[in-house]
């Protein structure tokens, strides 16, 4: 089976433009998680979405938004970007039955630039 | 404010050692905890998972402790190879919003 997958691999973008970052999770899996992750530091959690539903969501301003969709593949948007926002954006699943118990699975995830 | 610390940022040691990554938490009411592994650039990979109610698990040449009443964890890699040399972090799922705290990191270097 494949793992979790995430595109794009890495992107540049300008500031005060809009990015859209994608992430398919391991078959069966029915929750997604979203963590940002800037450079020497730990990750830092966004979102997480089950069965298309908002979950939980992290401090981060109303700019980062998400959403599942019926295969349970889940898209992170970000709007007017800030330098601040360079980050590596990763993305998780797990079955999502019992979130207390479960291993997360990561994907290799998506390197965002911003200048 | 629910927080994980790991110390230290950063170690070096001789390859064929056994040592110790420590890693703490500031909610003894955790339910989990988890042990990861990132390479340079790279995505996390899951090593070991500790239920609240375990004390400890294992693999391979890998054993994680975890101590509520204290707040901390440990995990233990025994005979460091070069392969091991990566970042390793750990997190925590300390209320119900599930979500994973995490830690800083410990940059793990083993020198052949």
């Known amino acids: 089976d494949a793992g979790v997958t995430q595109s794009p691999t890495h992107l540049i973008k300008t500031r005060g433009q809009h990015v859209t970052l994608r992430c398919s999770p391991i078959s069966g899996h029915k929750s997604v998680s979203w963590y940002q992750q800037v450079l020497g530091q730990g990750p830092q959690f966004i979102f997480q979405y089950y069965e298309k539903e908002e979950r939980g969501r992290g401090n981060f301003p109303d700019r980062f938004s998400a959403r599942q969709f019926p295969n349970y593949s889940s898209e992170l948007n970000v709007n007017a970007l800030l330098l601040g926002d360079s980050a590596l954006y990763l993305c998780a699943s797990s079955w999502g039955t019992r979130l207390t118990q479960e291993t997360q699975y990561f994907g290799p995830g998506t390197r965002l630039l911003v200048l | 404010k629910q927080e994980v610390t790991q110390i230290p940022a950063a170690l070096s040691v001789p390859e064929g050692e056994n040592l110790v990554l420590n890693c703490s938490f500031t909610?003894?009411?955790?339910?989990?905890l988890q042990w990861f592994r990132q390479d340079p650039g790279k995505g996390l990979t899951s090593l070991l998972l500790?239920?609240?109610s375990q004390r400890e698990q294992t693999s391979g040449r890998l054993n994680a402790s975890l101590d509520k009443s204290s707040g901390r964890s440990t995990l233990y890699i025994a005979a460091s190879q070069p392969g091991d040399s990566a970042t390793y972090l750990c997190a925590a799922i300390m209320d119900s919003n599930y979500q994973l705290i995490w830690g800083a990191g410990t940059k793990l270097i083993i020198k052949p």
């Open positions: 500790i239920q609240s």
């Open positions: 909610d003894s009411a955790i339910y989990n």
